[in-house]
C-alpha cells in the first residue's frame, strides 16, 4: 500500500508565477489536509477537503491560494502570483474516514517550493 | 495564535540516556499525537493519547498527559544515534491538528 505521494518534491518558481502542488492520498483514504512549513517552523494548517468538499480552509491566505480534491484525481495547492514569502515546505496528509478522537495522518514527504 | 510550544527547543543527548521533550497546549483536546521528522522529510506520527488517557506506551516512546495543566511530555528510552530528529506535538480539539514548534534532538553515538 503506497504511501501519500507528493509531487513535484520541489519546485522553483519566479516572482509572479503560478505554482501547483500535487498530493494524491493513500488508498482508501478519503480526507487531505494541507500544512505549510517555514524553517525552523512547526507545521501550519492551510486546508482540510474530502472528495469535491472543503471542509475547513480557517488557515488559507484570502488571496491567491485555492485547493480542490477532485472526484477523480489529486488534491491540488495552487498558488497564483507566487512571492517569495511563499516559499516553504508544503505538506499533505491523509486519513482514512474515522471519529475525531482516533484519527491518525499521514503525511507525504512534502513539496520544497522556492520562490526566486 | 494557537500554536502550542514545545520545550526545550533544542536537546543533545549521548546515546543510550534518555530524553524528555514536553509540549504545553492552547485548546481543549480531543486527543493530542506526537510525530517525528528527519532533516528535509514528511512527518511520521508516533503516538496518540486520547484526553481521556494519562499515559501510553509504544516500544521505547513514553507519553503522559495532564489535562489539567494542558500538557504532555514524550520520553524516548535508551536512544538511539537513529533517534536524531525534530519531534512535534499536535493538539486535536474540534479543528485539524496544531503543531508545536518542535524540539530538535540530537543523539551523538
Known amino acids: 500500500n503506497a504511501g501519500v505521494m507528493q509531487n513535484p518534491r520541489h519546485l522553483v518558481r519566479r516572482r509572479g508565477q503560478e505554482a501547483r502542488l500535487r498530493c494524491s492520498p493513500m488508498k482508501g483514504h478519503s480526507h487531505v489536509y494541507w500544512y505549510r512549513q517555514l524553517p525552523e517552523e512547526g507545521l501550519k494548517f492551510m486546508v482540510y477537503?474530502?472528495?469535491?468538499?472543503?471542509?475547513?480552509e480557517s488557515g488559507m491566505p484570502k488571496e491567491r491560494f485555492s485547493a480542490e480534491f477532485p472526484k477523480e484525481g489529486p488534491s491540488i495547492l495552487r498558488i497564483q502570483q507566487v512571492v517569495r514569502g511563499d516559499s516553504a515546505a508544503y505538506f499533505c496528509?491523509?486519513?482514512?474516514?474515522?471519529?475525531?478522537?482516533?484519527?491518525?495522518?499521514?503525511f507525504g514527504p512534502g513539496t520544497r517550493l522556492t520562490v526566486l | 495564535s494557537q500554536q502550542g510550544e514545545e520545550d526545550p527547543q533544542a536537546l543533545s543527548i549521548q546515546e543510550g540516556e534518555n530524553a524528555t521533550m514536553n509540549c504545553s497546549y492552547k485548546?481543549?483536546?480531543?486527543?493530542l499525537q506526537w510525530y517525528r521528522q528527519n532533516s528535509g522529510r514528511g512527518l511520521v506520527h508516533l503516538i496518540l493519547i486520547r484526553s481521556n488517557e494519562r499515559e501510553k506506551h509504544s516500544g521505547r516512546l513514553r507519553v503522559t498527559l495532564d489535562t489539567s495543566k494542558k500538557s504532555s511530555s514524550l520520553l524516548i528510552t535508551a536512544s538511539r544515534a537513529a533517534d536524531t530528529a525534530s519531534y512535534f506535538c499536535?493538539?486535536?480539539?474540534?479543528?485539524?491538528?496544531?503543531f508545536g514548534k518542535g524540539t530538535r534532538l540530537s543523539v551523538i553515538a
Open positions: 496528509a491523509s486519513s482514512p474516514a474515522g471519529s475525531v478522537s482516533t484519527d491518525t495522518q499521514y
Open positions: 499536535a493538539e486535536r480539539g474540534n479543528t485539524p491538528l496544531v
Open positions: 477537503l474530502q472528495k469535491e468538499n472543503i471542509i475547513d
Open positions: 485548546t481543549s483536546i480531543n486527543n
